[in-house]
């Protein structure tokens, strides 16, 4: 085997340098891949409530993905829309790499409390209810912010004074019993026509109900408060 002159292996130490170098730098930039999520989650957190803030995990320095200049940012299924979550990082360029990156959203807003004991199975009122602000990423998902899920519903359980109220500690009530008497209103444009009918289903309010009328007819329509099928035209 030929061995190089001496002149000649300070060329080659140089030229390995410079592979090693352009190696090296031949990553993906973690600031424009943060300013993308950035952006990305400033759209995203608009329709949530409360004040909003966020912390967004970086790429490792020391990444081996090629560098890349337009990103799609998207939030993977079964992502949370807040707390200790992942959002997905997609490259749009010939690179096509995708990664998960870590992200801790953080909202502040009210939410519910029980303003006083609640015993099982009691229809929760105005009174019953209080609000006190706080995180939403370090209470359970299906936490309650707004009175309108609360009131009109029944406990399922016992809840104590200033306890956080849940979505799955409240049920809510059957406005139309099966084989009750409801008032059926059928509605259209600039006419509204009332009729009685017997229930053939139980509903809470805002579900479908079957109504059977006087005549042997089945109608469906939306169970209303007080024993009301609406039918729209």
């Given at each position: 085997m030929r061995r190089l002159t001496p002149p000649l292996r300070p060329l080659f130490a140089f030229l390995a340098l410079c592979l090693v170098a352009t190696v090296t730098h031949a990553q993906q930039d973690p600031a424009p891949v943060k300013k993308a999520i950035e952006s990305w989650l400033k759209i995203q957190?608009?329709?949530?409530?409360?004040?909003?803030?966020?912390?967004?995990?970086?790429?490792?320095?020391?990444?081996?993905?090629?560098?890349?200049?337009?990103?799609d940012v998207s939030r993977p299924p079964g992502a949370q829309a807040w707390g200790?979550?992942?959002?997905?990082?997609?490259?749009?360029?010939?690179?096509?790499?995708?990664?998960?990156?870590?992200?801790?959203?953080?909202?502040?807003?009210?939410?519910?409390?029980?303003?006083?004991?609640?015993a099982q199975g009691q229809i929760v009122v105005e009174a019953d209810l209080a609000t006190q602000i706080g995180d939403l990423s370090d209470l359970p998902a299906n936490i309650l912010t707004e009175a309108s899920l609360a009131v009109g519903k029944a406990a399922t359980t016992s809840i104590?004074?200033?306890?956080?109220?849940?979505?799955?500690?409240?049920?809510?009530?059957?406005?139309v019993r099966q084989g009750q008497s409801v008032r059926v209103v059928s509605r259209g444009p600039g006419f509204s026509v009332s009729n009685e009918g017997r229930a053939l289903n139980n509903a809470v309010e805002g579900q479908v109900a079957q109504v059977r009328l006087g005549n042997g007819q089945v109608i469906s329509g939306i169970a209303k408060a007080g024993g009301m099928v609406e039918v729209a035209h």
């Open positions: 957190s608009k329709g949530l409530p409360g004040q909003v803030s966020y912390e967004i995990g970086g790429l490792d320095p020391g990444n081996q993905l090629a560098p890349c200049n337009s990103f200790r979550t992942n959002v997905m990082v997609r490259c749009l360029d010939t690179a096509g790499w995708r990664v998960h990156v870590p992200v801790h959203i953080r909202v502040k807003t009210d939410y519910l409390i029980s303003a006083r004991p609640i104590l004074a200033g306890r956080p109220l849940r979505a799955d500690m409240l049920k809510a009530m059957q406005v």
